[in-house]
């Protein structure tokens, strides 16, 4: 089992929808969340954090936690094709005096004009 | 506001080179990270480093060593490079604590023929 586990996709939607990416993580200790968005030959750019139970929001974007199942997702809100682009989950959690991040294998997310 | 820098962005070997990817950052970050990215597989970390003086190994580390040259400096050596190698190598680093950002730099692109 993978420590962060993400479904590869593509997943589809029509600009103006709500994509929503989930992620779910194998470790319980793990502290912190984060997405990357990471377009095509491009470098992970941080979108959003959460590191507690619940929902936060940024712009467009919306954060859940949910530890007691494991689960974080990403909800974007009125897609554009801009957000078109593959989104990496992330989790820290602590290691040998530093914070390992340990990332998914990435969503990769089309929307559709 | 340089960030996080990759030397080169591209490059191809032939099986059995050696080569050294250079990473330098000027956020006055503690931990420093390699990575390498492959289709379908995510960002699978090959070494970090907590602090200067101090590197350990992650989830794919053989065929690879680093130098934590300074606080500024991480480097990736490649001592005899073979085709597997062939990825895309990121260069990242953060301050020390689970709830920080992880900066990217923009990538190496090397190929092993």
């Known amino acids: 089992q993978k420590e962060v586990e993400q479904n590869s996709g593509p997943l589809s939607v029509p600009e103006g929808a709500i994509a929503s990416l989930n992620c779910t993580y194998s470790?319980?200790?793990?502290?912190?969340f984060f997405w990357y968005r990471q377009y095509s030959g491009k470098s992970p750019e941080l979108i959003m954090s959460?590191?507690?139970?619940g929902d936060k929001e940024d712009g467009r974007f919306t954060a859940q936690l949910n530890k007691a199942s494991q689960y974080v997702s990403l909800l974007i809100r009125d897609s554009q094709p801009s957000d078109s682009a593959t989104y990496l989950c992330?989790?820290?959690?602590?290691?040998?005096?530093?914070?390992?991040?340990?990332f998914g294998t990435g969503t990769r997310l089309k929307v559709l004009a | 506001n340089a960030g996080v820098t990759q030397t080169p962005k591209f490059q191809v070997l032939k099986t059995g080179q050696s080569m050294t990817l250079q990473c330098a950052q000027d956020?006055?970050?503690?931990?420093m990270y390699w990575y390498r990215q492959d289709p379908g597989m995510g960002l699978r970390l090959i070494y970090y480093?907590?602090?200067?003086?101090?590197?350990d190994k992650g989830e794919v580390p053989n065929g690879y060593n680093v130098s934590r040259l300074n606080k500024r400096e991480f480097s990736l050596r490649l001592e005899s490079a073979a085709p597997s190698q062939t990825s895309v190598y990121f260069c990242?680093?953060?301050?020390?604590?689970?709830?920080?950002?992880?900066?990217f730099g923009q990538g190496t692109r090397l190929t092993v023929v």
């Open positions: 992330a989790v820290t959690r602590a290691f040998t005096g530093t914070y390992k991040y340990i």
């Open positions: 470790d319980r200790v793990s502290q912190s």
């Open positions: 959460i590191y507690s139970n």
């Open positions: 956020m006055n970050h503690n931990s």
């Open positions: 480093s907590a602090s200067e003086g101090t590197t």
């Open positions: 990242a680093s953060c301050r020390q604590g689970a709830d920080t950002e992880a900066f």
